[in-house]
């Protein structure tokens, strides 16, 4: 690690859909690609959505299709590793779009460090996450509460981590999460039994963050992005 000479641009982008962001991480990866742009952590909370990674196609679903489309419910495929994941209000969603090989780091090390920025974040809270062979991500015992899935072209990272803050946890039954037919997921407000502040944690995960990677976060606005306006 080469100290704080590492910087992030931190973008807040209050509440998205899934598409919008996934097109920003397109254009800003191929900025990165091309020797442009600058490392950058985009920070959301997306209006309901299923996810599906690439390969693994065919939804992973506890009910039928319809059930899914009655429910408002998107299903979109993403380029990302991993099975199928939910997001919704609630989670907090960080995309980061890293240049892994200026950084001295491997893909693996990079999915360690985001799991332990939850690690990190979750302490904050009382909160004991760990690692578990069963899968990526973070856990509590034996209930997931984030996921990690990557996209990663030229050594470029896109895609990245979700946290359970205080999702509809109901949606998740409408799923085997992560391609997991007997999972439990959980949520930080079910854990430290009360209601948690969204934009407390988004500003811990991004204290983590930089601390795991040593990197300083500049907070940073998207041109004609008004956050005010766009989260409750």
């Not at 020797?35 to 309901?48: N, S």
């Not at 856990?139 to 205080?166: C, F, P, Q, Y």
Request: with cysteine; aromatic share 8%.
């Amino acid at each position: 690690m080469e100290g704080h000479s590492r910087a992030v641009g931190v973008y807040d982008l209050g509440t998205t859909s899934y598409s919008e962001v996934h097109k920003l991480q397109q254009r800003l990866q191929g900025q990165r690609r091309e020797g442009g742009g600058v490392d950058t952590l985009l920070l959301t909370e997306h209006r309901p959505v299923f996810t599906l990674g690439r390969s693994h196609p065919t939804p992973d679903l506890r009910v039928e299709p319809e059930a899914v489309r009655q429910w408002g419910i998107e299903i979109v495929q993403a380029e990302r590793g991993g099975d199928i994941t939910y997001h919704g209000p609630g989670q907090l969603v960080a995309y980061g779009i890293i240049d892994l090989r200026s950084w001295g780091l491997g893909v693996l090390d990079y999915v360690r460090g985001l799991e332990e920025t939850v690690i990190g974040v979750l302490a904050d809270w009382g909160v004991r996450g760990e690692r578990n062979e069963a899968g990526r991500g973070v856990w509590v015992g034996e209930r997931k509460i984030a996921s990690v899935g990557l996209n990663v072209r030229r050594w470029i990272t896109m895609h990245g981590a979700a946290l359970n803050i205080d999702p509809d946890m109901s949606h998740w039954e409408l799923i085997n999460p992560c391609g997991m037919r007997d999972i439990e997921m959980t949520s930080m407000a079910t854990e430290v039994g009360k209601q948690v502040a969204f934009q407390e944690v988004l500003e811990a995960f991004t204290f983590h963050f930089g601390r795991v990677f040593e990197c300083t976060m500049e907070p940073a606005s998207v041109p004609g992005h008004d956050v005010s306006s766009s989260r409750g």
